[in-house]
Nanobody, 112 residues
Framework: QVQLVESGGGLVQPGGSLRLSCAAS????????MGWSRRAPGNERELVAR???????TYADSVKGRFTFSRDNAKKTMYLQMNNLKPEDTAVYYC??????WGQGTQVTVSS
């Protein structure tokens, strides 16, 4: 059974950066669709970034140019580099992999 474990969340000032990591335990196919979603208080969960099984990466319009999704198949880890963070990026961030499930979430708070 695969488990996904996020890390790297925290408190950061507007304009700052964070890098989230999501490590998978167990076997996971390197060509699985995977990505990051987030849920802000009172909002629905929204897709932030994803890579398809074919290798195409897409981003939500709200994070384009600021967030970068990447993965290291050898380490079974995916990353979300978040730059120029804004207060509206405050949310719990979840990683996921199609067919394998979701991580437990990591809190990101952007505040001065």
């Amino acid at each position: 059974q695969v488990q996904l474990v996020e890390s790297g969340g925290g408190l950061v000032q507007p304009g700052g950066s964070l890098r989230l990591s999501c490590a998978a335990s167990g076997s996971i196919f390197s060509n699985a669709a995977m990505g990051w979603s987030r849920r802000a208080p009172g909002n629905e969960r929204e897709l932030v970034a994803r890579i398809t099984a074919g290798g195409t990466t897409t981003y939500a319009d709200s994070v384009k140019g600021r967030f970068t999704f990447s993965r290291d198949n050898a380490k079974k880890t995916m990353y979300l580099q978040m730059n120029n963070l804004k207060p509206e990026d405050t949310a719990v961030y979840y990683c996921w992999a199609a067919g394998y499930g979701w991580g437990q979430g990591t809190q990101v708070t952007v505040s001065s």
